[in-house]
């Protein structure tokens, strides 16, 4: 039996270039809590969700066609295997089809069988349909908060306490 990777297709009336433009620019619909770069090949970025993280490595990017991204390492407290995304690539072809442009994202080792898939194809779905959808139609995307890390210092500060 062939696993199937998570897939998801979004279709919008801008072009191909602002649809790349917009999914490079991941504090703005994935995690505002971003460090490096994703504009050059070789480029290596971390997103943060908390204690989670994903550190990935711009692998491929021809500019209005086509982006991906191998993650190199992570972090999933809450699954058994908290590197379960390692190795795994974000792939994103972008084309015109008619008089709108067509964004096909797959996230390859993303499949059914591991612990991850029901959660993260959820999650995956929210951040596609809703936050990069936004960004590139309206330019406003729905990324999760970066963290106040003063906020969670004092937090950790008055558990340790009591």
């Not at 917009?22 to 971003?34: G, L």
């Not at 204690?51 to 982006?67: A, C, Q």
């Not at 964004?103 to 591991?114: A, N, W």
């Not at 995307?141 to 970066?146: D, L, V």
């Amino acid at each position: 039996m062939k696993t199937s990777d998570f897939t998801a297709t979004l279709l919008v009336d801008q072009t191909p270039e602002e649809a790349f433009k917009s999914i490079n620019n991941v504090s703005k619909w994935w995690s505002e809590d971003m460090e490096g770069s994703t504009a050059k090949l070789n480029d290596i970025f971390t997103v943060r969700f908390g204690e989670v993280f994903i550190t990935s490595k711009v692998v491929e990017l021809t500019p209005g066609k086509k982006i991906v991204w191998q993650v190199l390492d992570c972090n999933k407290p809450w699954l058994k295997n908290t590197k379960e995304w390692n190795d795994t690539q974000m792939s994103w072809e972008i084309a015109s089809t008619d008089s709108k442009t067509q964004i096909r994202f797959t996230h390859l080792g993303l499949v059914s069988e591991i612990e991850c898939f029901k959660v993260c194809s959820k999650a995956w779905s929210q951040y596609l349909q809703h936050s990069l959808l936004g960004l590139i139609t309206t330019g406003k995307g729905q990324p999760t908060a970066k963290e106040n890390k003063t906020k969670a210092a004092k937090k950790s500060d008055t558990v340790a306490a009591n």
